[in-house]
């Protein structure tokens, strides 16, 4: 049932009930100078109703009314309710219409009235009643329905409790009976969490449930959260040997169904996850929140690691690589107030976003006939899928809303390997949220609106940042064409949850190597075993290089449908390395792939030189192994990875999918610039000044570059000088040699001094008003 709009100042609404064959044509003309109406009354209108149903013989009917019809009263206050969102409800009664919205039609122009009870509505108003019938008069904000309560009849008891990575409350295993599953449904498909610790969370699904029957943007937000039918009262048992008992459970769509063995992130949503006096939170426990949001990733990046369901062995050994040697340091008092779960979580709240994502990817070393890599491309792109239709749901929704301390949760699918992996993410977790309508967004005061305006920035950022770093990984990883070179660096870390939380990465590069893949002759088949020097930086005073230990390794390549080619990596050990790789010190081997020789060449002597490293032309990625085992000056590895390049024609293809994906801002086309040949990273001397990076004397200087680094003429403003660039929009020079990858889309690999200005920029072009400064819609205000 959609109304057909003639002007801005008049509606007309054509419906028909296809159940009881009545029609009803209704017309409202807006007078202008007219004397305002009485409040509560509707303007003057007029209207017909004829019918063909069985009940009347097809005999034509004359309703008294509009708000008979539709089951309203015009002698209560009015409720600020969109006509819209009211006749939206009958898709699901079975209403329809010819027209459509005009461009000049104001929804909020029109408003409905408080619904009269179900009962006393004329029958095809029923469902509008039903859908309305929380809307409080004069509020225009739905009020919590009665309990959604699912009867207990439909699950087996006892339910048993589920063991879960962190949180307060308690989880049970709720599954249907038999003969009461509804269709269509699996038997397992919900769980049930405690309501005692979930008594917000409960009231904001109540008020989702009633505002995506009014709101298609509140709909579409619905679908990418978490699904929750109401609660029910069954018998729960916690442990094995307690007694059944009752309990109300909040019921939430169980995301493990349809996965044989689902690896799931629970990624924490906000820089700010707690706020005195929101929700109950103390001021003790919203320090305590405050103290891990500075020292986690939350800080750096927006959001965090909170845990991992299915760890990879990759990540397994390092946690538990860093609990011994966490004991092995001898420090009783931090042994003690931390335990082995706790410190493992901490480890995983260091993590930043790349290095979470390469372990949720790990589907563990190559095996013949197994597409392990193709796997995690698909994981991938799944994940960039599914994340995008999150954010663009989040940035519809109408207004601001103060959501604390909410979660992303994302799955894959390891056990059933294939090119199209199965991949689910869902938002959730809403105990310190509060869901606000449009209404009383307006009725907060000014600062108010603008504490919510702040929360609600920080948490799209997050989000939007949480896809750009997908999206950055997918334009690295899954879109390379042929990795040509290898650079392996040995990297030592201190088990220290302190150290780490306070100072970040405080470890140090032990030495480092290159590898060049031949580009005349192929490997061997089975691939060849080699021994690489490590050089370590100059002494003071000197320009010789270091010989600091040797690295042993074995590669091999595979080659692949449509010119691909996957090299397989692997890392054994290495011997005589200085006596900093003991006990107490985490030592693991970054692997970094290039696309372009040329590329892990400048990284190794910017590396060897002490310098920052320098971000590559073309792309680049990287993998670390498993901490390593001390022999005394021996190193231990024995770790396997596998690097994938597709072809020219299937990695073109790869990036023109994700090219559509990004928003337009975001775009880089090889059409809009001709590249000059001297900038281009295949050309050219190492030495030539217009071949190499720029380095800055000035840190000033820098907000004048690209983000490759070439400074930006000063006589021709926001153009490089070894581009010519075209269009409106300003384009930065990654260059590869078949084109350019997404300028805002920079690897893991290189300088970091520019990538929260690119992660802004991303977020900034899916929604302008993200940034702080920056300005929001008027209405907001």
Same mark, same amino acid.
């Given at each position: 049932?959609?109304?057909?709009?003639?002007?801005?100042?008049?509606?007309?609404?054509?419906?028909?009930?296809?159940?009881?064959?009545?029609?009803?044509?209704?017309?409202?003309?807006?007078?202008?100078?007219?004397? +305002?109406?009485?409040?509560?009354?509707?303007?003057?209108?007029?209207?017909?109703?004829?019918?063909?149903?069985?009940?009347?013989?097809?005999?034509?009917?004359?309703?008294?009314?509009?708000?008979?019809?539709?089951?309203?009263?015009?002698?209560? /206050?009015?409720?600020?309710?969109?006509?819209?969102?009211?006749?939206?409800?009958?898709?699901?009664?079975?209403?329809?219409?010819?027209?459509?919205?005009?461009?000049?039609?104001?929804?909020?122009?029109?408003?409905?009235?408080?619904?009269?009870?179900?009962?006393?509505?004329?029958?095809?108003?029923?469902?509008?009643?039903?859908?309305?019938?929380?809307?409080?008069?004069?509020?225009?904000?739905?009020?919590?329905?009665?309990?959604?309560?699912?009867?207990?009849?439909?699950?087996?008891?006892?339910?048993?409790?589920?063991?879960?990575?962190?949180?307060?409350?308690?989880?049970?295993?709720?599954?249907?009976?038999?003969?009461?599953?509804?269709?269509? @449904?699996?038997?397992?498909?919900?769980?049930?969490?405690?309501?005692?610790?979930?008594?917000?969370?409960?009231?904001?699904?109540?008020?989702?449930?009633?505002?995506?029957?009014?709101?298609?943007?509140?709909?579409?937000?619905?679908?990418?959260?978490?699904?929750?039918?109401?609660?029910?009262?069954?018998?729960?048992?916690?442990?094995?040997?307690?007694?059944?008992?009752?309990?109300?459970?909040?019921?939430?769509?169980?995301?493990?169904?349809?996965?044989?063995?689902?690896?799931?992130?629970?990624?924490?949503?906000?820089?700010?996850?707690?706020?005195?006096?929101?929700?109950?939170?103390?001021?003790?426990?919203?320090?305590?929140?405050?103290?891990?949001?500075?020292?986690?990733?939350?800080?750096?990046?927006?959001?965090?690691?909170? #845990?991992?369901?299915?760890?990879?062995?990759?990540?397994?050994?390092?946690?538990?690589?860093?609990?011994?040697?966490?004991?092995?340091? #001898?420090?009783? @008092?931090?042994?003690?107030?931390?335990?082995?779960?706790?410190?493992?979580?901490?480890?995983?709240?260091?993590?930043?976003?790349?290095?979470?994502?390469?372990?949720?990817?790990?589907? #563990?070393? $190559?095996?013949?006939?197994?597409?392990?890599?193709?796997?995690?491309?698909?994981?991938?792109?799944?994940?960039?899928?599914?994340?995008?239709?999150?954010?663009?749901?989040?940035?519809?929704?109408?207004?601001?809303?103060?959501?604390?301390?909410?979660?992303?949760?994302?799955?894959?699918?390891?056990?059933? @390997?294939?090119?199209?992996?199965?991949?689910?993410?869902?938002?959730?977790?809403?105990?310190?949220?509060?869901?606000?309508?449009?209404?009383?967004?307006?009725?907060?005061?000014? /600062?108010?609106?603008?504490?919510?305006? #702040?929360?609600?920035?920080?948490?799209?950022?997050?989000?939007?940042?949480?896809?750009?770093?997908?999206?950055?990984?997918?334009?690295?990883?899954?879109?390379?064409?042929?990795?040509?070179?290898?650079?392996?660096?040995?990297?030592?870390?201190?088990?220290?949850?302190?150290?780490?939380?306070?100072?970040?990465?405080?470890?140090?590069?032990?030495?480092?190597?290159?590898?060049?893949?031949?580009?005349?002759?192929?490997?061997?088949?089975?691939?060849?075993?080699?021994?690489? +020097?490590?050089?370590?930086?100059?002494?003071?005073?000197?320009?010789?290089?270091?010989?600091?230990?040797?690295?042993?390794?074995?590669?091999?390549?595979?080659?692949?449908?449509?010119?691909?080619?996957?090299?397989?990596?692997?890392?054994?050990?290495?011997?005589?390395?200085?006596?900093?790789?003991?006990?107490?010190?985490?030592?693991?081997?970054?692997?970094?792939?290039?696309?372009?020789?040329?590329?892990?060449?400048?990284?190794?002597?910017?590396?060897?030189?002490?310098?920052?490293?320098?971000?590559?032309?073309?792309?680049?990625?990287?993998?670390?192994?498993?901490?390593?085992?001390?022999?005394?000056?021996?190193?231990?590895?024995?770790?396997?990875?596998?690097?994938?390049?597709?072809? /020219?024609?299937?990695?073109?293809?790869?990036?023109?999918?994700?090219?559509?994906?990004?928003?337009?801002?975001?775009?880089?086309?090889?059409?809009?610039?001709?590249?000059?040949?001297?900038?281009?990273?295949?050309?050219?001397?190492?030495?030539? $000044?217009?071949?190499?990076?720029?380095?800055?004397?000035?840190?000033?200087?820098?907000?004048?570059?690209?983000?490759?680094?070439?400074?930006?003429?000063?006589?021709?403003?926001?153009?490089?000088?070894?581009?010519?660039?075209?269009?409106?929009?300003?384009?930065?020079?990654?260059?590869?040699?078949?084109?350019?990858? $997404?300028?805002?889309?920079?690897?893991?690999?290189?300088?970091?001094?520019?990538?929260?200005?690119?992660?802004?920029?991303?977020?900034?072009?899916?929604?302008?008003?993200?940034?702080?400064?920056?300005?929001?819609?008027?209405?907001?205000?």
């Amino acid at each position: 049932m959609i109304p057909t709009a003639t002007s801005a100042a008049g509606l007309h609404l054509d419906l028909q009930d296809h159940r009881s064959g009545f029609h009803l044509a209704y017309s409202r003309e807006e007078v202008t100078g007219a004397s +305002p109406q009485p409040h509560g009354a509707l303007p003057p209108m007029s209207f017909e109703v004829d019918g063909a149903g069985e009940d009347d013989g097809g005999c034509q009917r004359k309703l008294p009314s509009l708000q008979d019809f539709l089951g309203l009263d015009s002698t209560t /206050e009015s409720t600020l309710c969109s006509v819209r969102h009211a006749v939206s409800l009958g898709s699901s009664s079975g209403w329809s219409s010819p027209g459509t919205w005009a461009s000049d039609f104001d929804p909020d122009r029109c408003t409905l009235h408080q619904v009269l009870p179900a009962a006393t509505a004329s029958p095809p108003a029923a469902a509008v009643a039903a859908g309305l019938g929380g809307l409080a008069a004069g509020g225009g904000s739905p009020k919590p329905a009665a309990d959604s309560q699912v009867p207990a009849e439909q699950f087996q008891q006892p339910c048993r409790a589920l063991c879960t990575n962190g949180g307060t409350a308690a989880f049970f295993e709720v599954r249907y009976l038999p003969d009461q599953r509804p269709a269509g @449904i699996a038997e397992n498909f919900y769980v049930g969490k405690d309501l005692a610790h979930a008594r917000d969370e409960k009231e904001f699904y109540e008020r989702l449930s009633k505002l995506q029957a009014l709101d298609p943007r509140w709909a579409a937000f619905a679908e990418v959260a978490m699904g929750c039918p109401g609660c029910t009262e069954l018998q729960c048992i916690r442990g094995a040997a307690d007694k059944p008992e009752e309990r109300q459970l909040l019921l939430l769509e169980n995301l493990r169904v349809g996965f044989k063995q689902l690896r799931l992130l629970d990624v924490k949503l906000g820089e700010k996850t707690s706020v005195v006096g929101w929700k109950g939170k103390t001021r003790l426990h919203a320090w305590k929140n405050q103290v891990i949001d500075y020292t986690t990733n939350s800080a750096r990046e927006g959001f965090r690691l909170e #845990g991992m369901d299915l760890l990879p062995k990759s990540l397994r050994d390092r946690m538990s690589h860093f609990i011994q040697g966490r004991h092995n340091q #001898g420090i009783p @008092i931090l042994t003690d107030l931390l335990s082995e779960k706790r410190s493992k979580r901490m480890l995983q709240q260091q993590l930043r976003a790349h290095e979470f994502l390469a372990s949720w990817l790990d589907m #563990g070393p $190559p095996q013949a006939g197994v597409e392990t890599e193709l796997h995690a491309h698909g994981a991938l792109w799944g994940a960039i899928d599914a994340v995008a239709r999150i954010v663009k749901a989040v940035v519809n929704i109408p207004v601001p809303q103060q959501w604390i301390g909410t979660s992303l949760a994302l799955g894959v699918e390891v056990e059933d @390997i294939s090119k199209q992996p199965r991949v689910v993410a869902k938002v959730f977790d809403w105990g310190r949220a509060e869901l606000t309508t449009g209404a009383e967004y307006k009725e907060l005061q000014a /600062e108010e609106k603008k504490e919510r305006l #702040g929360f609600w920035r920080q948490y799209v950022r997050a989000i939007s940042r949480f896809q750009w770093e997908l999206c950055r990984t997918y334009a690295h990883r899954s879109c390379c064409k042929a990795w040509t070179a290898f650079v392996f660096e040995i990297h030592t870390s201190q088990c220290s949850i302190v150290r780490k939380s306070v100072l970040g990465d405080t470890g140090g590069d032990i030495g480092s190597a290159v590898y060049e893949l031949p580009t005349r002759a192929s490997l061997p088949e089975g691939g060849k075993n080699l021994v690489v +020097p490590l050089m370590g930086r100059p002494s003071q005073g000197s320009f010789a290089q270091l010989v600091c230990g040797m690295l042993y390794i074995h590669v091999s390549t595979i080659p692949k449908a449509e010119g691909g080619r996957s090299v397989v990596v692997t890392v054994h050990g290495a011997t005589d390395v200085p006596e900093v790789c003991k006990s107490g010190v985490e030592t693991t081997v970054r692997v970094i792939a290039f696309e372009h020789v040329e590329d892990a060449k400048w990284h190794l002597e910017a590396t060897q030189a002490g310098e920052e490293e320098r971000t590559p032309r073309g792309r680049a990625y990287e993998l670390r192994t498993r901490p390593g085992r001390s022999f005394g000056r021996k190193l231990l590895f024995e770790d396997t990875m596998e690097f994938l390049g597709l072809g /020219e024609k299937r990695a073109q293809e790869a990036q023109r999918k994700l090219e559509e994906m990004l928003p337009e801002e975001c775009d880089d086309s090889e059409d809009e610039m001709s590249i000059c040949p001297t900038c281009s990273p295949m050309a050219g001397d190492r030495s030539s $000044p217009i071949g190499s990076p720029i380095h800055f004397s000035d840190p000033e200087a820098e907000d004048d570059a690209c983000f490759c680094g070439h400074v930006i003429d000063a006589t021709s403003p926001g153009i490089c000088p070894h581009q010519r660039h075209y269009g409106t929009r300003h384009r930065h020079c990654f260059l590869h040699a078949g084109g350019t990858y $997404p300028e805002l889309l920079p690897p893991t690999v290189g300088r970091c001094s520019n990538i929260e200005k690119q992660a802004a920029a991303f977020c900034s072009s899916l929604a302008a008003w993200t940034q702080e400064g920056a300005s929001c819609p008027e209405s907001w205000r």
